[in-house]
């Protein structure tokens, strides 16, 4: 499998495709690096977190988090859609199969292929914004804040593990790029982006009849899931990701929530995204398995 | 014979939604022999090779590679055969030499040994000039030799090819049939499917030939053509100065002779063994000119229509 995950690897990182979307990534950093820099005094940061701000300070140009929330779904997609049906199509899966290797290893191995190089790019994302934003703002960060932020990057790259699977699922189901590719496209479109998303903002609203299972129907979508995850890991004051009544914040202090407690507020948003990634990738796995190859 | 088998098959059967595609299959290849698989388009070949290599589950039945169970052992299996497939691809983007190493180190060879071993298959196939060339660069002919290579930078005890003269040149197949034809001495045996009857014809010991999945014949080339189109018996031409009725008497009486037909100046003789000494005898004592003698020779082309025109008369 290493050797698997190892071509996959050289290939992800000389093609044009990965080169596309790191210069995707490192504008979107620079973008939201200016963002910041003209936010992040006005910005009222009221938590002491001043770090946390160069991510998640935006004005009218959308901060770091935001594009993360845009790019990685796109990333994972364009990772993962031909994984396994151009194998097909350009003949190689049954030169491959036939070697002495185990058949889930060639799934398992463009899997994590995938996951190690969009795990790359988001490090070198926040990396540059910290980097240059330590320099820019003076302000080093704290323990709690390198830890928050590492946070923050293992529940992007989970995020980022759903839509490479869900790309995969389609790359086995399908044997057509362009259907392959369009599938988790239009998932994307409808459940995952944050820009115009119909489902949150219209099919949501008109099934819901209460507040619980309005909340619950948004959080069947992954972006609503991985957003709120990174707003309470982000955002130390950010207190509930249910609906506050006013006798609850009564009486409630303004000051941050400790790391533990904010761990608390988004498990089960991240558990529900490992479990969905889980899913995608176990049922592209299963019927990878089962495809018989063919004479044809 | 007394050969080792090393690759069998028993009752070997496939079906593909209700459709047998190979039906109770039962073949036999010796050790270091070259085997050819033949039939037309949509047999069981490739169907059969791919349960032979466990890529595909039989229905029933079962297939031994080297005494491991195809279905059961398949890493066991893939260890020791390589397979040129019919559709062969290779990463396009790589060159030559990559696509190699990818197959080698999915073989667990060592880095000395598996730029060793590519270095030898590249001289081998005639590639080496080619070799750090990417493969989206290369003509049909030499993905074909690169897909040869590919095969053998495993060091195979089997090779199957699908296959293997595609899309070559004269000069190419020439090179690949002598390349092939080689490897038995270098301890590997080799199955070959093909269309082309004159190269199965010249590098094959054995053949199977299949029709809708059943196995129609299967053994020793030699002895088929005998079997198929003389019952088993040689057939003798002569050519002579000219032909009397007195020459077909005393020819039908040599011992052997089954039937003598005069046609012009030949003779057309059958017997039960090579008679050729005794039949010139008989035609020089006559007081004949002997000008021709030949042992009527069968090509596999006759075998093969030979055996599809009973497969016809069987239909109709």
């Known amino acids: ?296 | 014979m007394g050969k080792k088998i090393v690759l069998e098959t028993r009752d070997l059967t496939k079906k593909y939604d209700g459709t047998t595609v190979v039906d109770r299959l039962n073949l036999h290849v010796a050790e270091n022999e070259v085997f050819g698989l033949l039939g037309p388009n949509g047999a069981g070949k490739t169907t059969t090779i791919l349960m032979l290599l466990g890529l595909t589950e039989p229905a029933s039945g079962s297939a031994r590679v080297f005494g491991f169970d195809s279905t059961r052992e398949p890493l066991k299996v893939k260890r020791l055969t390589g397979y040129l497939p019919e559709r062969l691809g290779f990463y396009e983007n790589l060159t030559a030499r990559q696509n190699l190493r990818f197959i080698a180190w999915l073989n667990n060879m060592s880095d000395e040994e598996a730029e060793g071993q590519i270095e030898q298959v590249l001289e081998a196939v005639g590639l080496t000039e080619k070799a750090d060339i990417a493969v989206r660069k290369f003509s049909r002919g030499m993905k074909q030799r690169l897909g040869i290579a590919d095969v053998l930078v495993k060091k195979p005890r089997l090779a199957i090819l699908d296959e293997p003269t595609a899309g070559l040149d004269p000069e190419g197949i020439n090179q690949i049939l002598d390349l092939i034809a080689g490897l038995t001495k270098m301890d590997t045996t080799v199955v070959m499917c093909s269309h082309r009857l004159y190269e199965v014809q010249r590098i094959c010991h054995s053949i199977a030939i299949l029709a809708k999945g059943k196995l129609v014949v299967e053994g020793a080339l030699d002895d088929l053509g005998r079997e198929a189109l003389a019952g088993g018996r040689y057939r003798i031409e002569v050519e002579t100065a000219e032909v009397s009725p007195q020459l077909v008497e005393i020819i039908g009486k040599i011992k052997g002779v089954n039937n003598v037909e005069a046609e012009g100046n030949f003779l057309h003789i059958t017997t039960d063994s090579d008679l050729r000494a005794a039949i010139s005898k008989a035609v020089v004592n006559s007081g004949v000119a002997l000008i021709q003698m030949k042992v009527h020779e069968f090509s596999l082309d006759d075998i093969y229509k030979r055996y599809f025109q009973e497969e016809g008369e069987l239909k109709q």
Do not use: H
């Not at chain 1, 932020?149 to 790359?171: H, K, P, Q, R």
């Not at chain 1, 957003?227 to 000051?255: C, K, N, Q």
């Open chain 1, 1 to 296: 499998m290493i050797t698997i995950i190892r071509k996959e690897l050289a290939d992800y990182f000389t093609s044009i495709r990965c080169f596309i979307l790191f210069i995707l990534v490192l504008l979107a950093s620079a973008v939201a690096l200016y963002a910041a820099q003209q936010g992040i005094r006005d910005a009222s940061i009221g938590s002491g977190f001043i770090f946390m701000g160069l991510f998640t300070t935006g004005g009218d140009i959308p901060s770091l988090v935001t594009f993360i929330g845009i790019f990685v779904p796109v990333i994972g997609i364009a990772l993962g859609f031909d994984a396994i049906n151009r194998e097909y199509s350009s003949g190689t899966m049954s030169r491959i199969l036939s070697q002495p290797i185990f058949r889930d290893s060639v799934i398992n191995g463009k899997f994590l292929a995938g996951m190690i190089t969009l795990a790359i790019m988001i490090f070198a994302a926040m990396l540059i914004v910290s980097g240059y934003g330590l320099r820019m703002i003076g302000v080093a960060p704290g323990a709690e804040e390198i830890i928050r932020l590492f946070l923050y990057f293992v529940s992007i790259v989970v995020f980022g593990a759903f839509w490479i699977g869900l790309a995969i699922l389609f790359s086995v189901l399908f044997r057509s790029l362009a259907i392959s590719l369009l599938c988790p496209l239009a998932i994307w479109i409808l459940l995952g982006n944050p820009v115009f998303n119909p489902y949150v903002s219209f099919i949501v609203p008109a099934i819901a009849d209460s507040i619980g299972t309005y909340l619950m129907l948004l959080r069947i979508s992954p972006y609503w899931l991985f957003a709120e995850a990174t707003t309470a890991l982000l955002d130390p004051l950010f207190r509930g990701l249910g609906i506050l009544t006013v006798s609850d914040t009564t009486g409630m202090l303004l000051r941050p929530l400790s790391l533990e407690q904010s761990l608390l507020l988004v498990w089960p948003q991240l558990t529900t995204l490992i479990g969905l990634a889980v899913i995608c990738f176990a049922v592209s796995y299963v019927v990878f398995m089962r495809q018989e190859i063919r004479a044809t």
